[in-house]
């Protein structure tokens, strides 16, 4: 029978306490006399919160007359400090953008923010992809308008009982119109020619970092 991975063993523990301890807050009497303040304080560290966060565990238990367990608490979120600040963790946080507490002990800290930051270069980067195809579909839409108003003024032109004033009029608009068409369909080539220069950048920074 294979061995259970320990990492994936300590993340399993750490959502299924998640789960128990939905916030210091709504613990009950219950669960502040029962509970197991290692565990608390590892599901603490795992989620990279900081030391204040025994704080409010003692406010809210106060209410029921339990103190907790500083020491077994510190020691519990140490324990998921080692979790928390694993560079692999580091760069996962970065990539998706979520922010970093500055809780890592120094000896960990350096590595985990080298990935951190790599990972966050990474997240920089997709938004800027994703930026510029809104960008690219705003300016599709655009251009889309300006066609309808443009067969709608061709219409109008060739239109019975037009005075000569008026077809030069919407003669006008539709020149202003073309010149319109001219500037946008050349917003989109810039547009997408700059989103797929990220989008490569992108993808072979993600590939050098495998």
């Known amino acids: 029978m294979p061995m259970p991975d320990p990492k994936r063993m300590g993340l399993m523990a750490a959502a299924a ?5 939905q916030g210091c807050a709504s613990m009950s ?13 590892y599901e603490s560290g795992v989620r990279g919160q ?9 406010k809210a238990c106060a209410e029921h007359g339990v103190t907790p367990d500083l020491a077994r608490y510190l020691e519990g979120r140490e324990a998921g400090l080692q979790k928390f ?3 692999g963790n580091g760069y996962r946080l970065g990539r998706a953008g979520t ?24 997240y920089h980067m ?10 690219v579909k705003a300016k599709q839409a655009e251009l889309r308008q300006i066609n309808e108003d443009i067969a709608h003024k ?19 608009e539709l020149l202003d119109l073309q ?7 050349h917003d989109i080539h810039h547009a997408r020619a700059q989103r797929d220069s990220e989008r490569a950048r992108l993808a072979s920074a993600e590939r050098a970092r495998r």
């Open 29 to 41: 009497k219950n669960e502040c006399l029962t509970a197991d303040w290692y565990a608390v304080g």
């Open 154 to 172: 061709q219409v109008e032109l060739i239109a019975p009982g037009k005075t000569p004033s008026q077809r030069a009029l919407l003669l006008t």
């Open 179 to 185: 010149e319109q068409k001219e500037r946008v369909e």
């Open 99 to 122: 922010g970093y507490a500055g809780v890592c002990p120094p000896r960990l800290e350096r590595d985990f923010l080298q990935a951190y930051n790599a990972g966050r270069e990474l």
């Open 85 to 87: 600040c694993e560079p």
């Open 126 to 135: 997709q938004q800027n992809v994703n930026r510029l195809g809104r960008r």
């Open 50 to 58: 900081g030391e204040a966060r025994i704080s409010e565990h003692r």
């Open 17 to 21: 306490l998640t789960v128990v301890l």
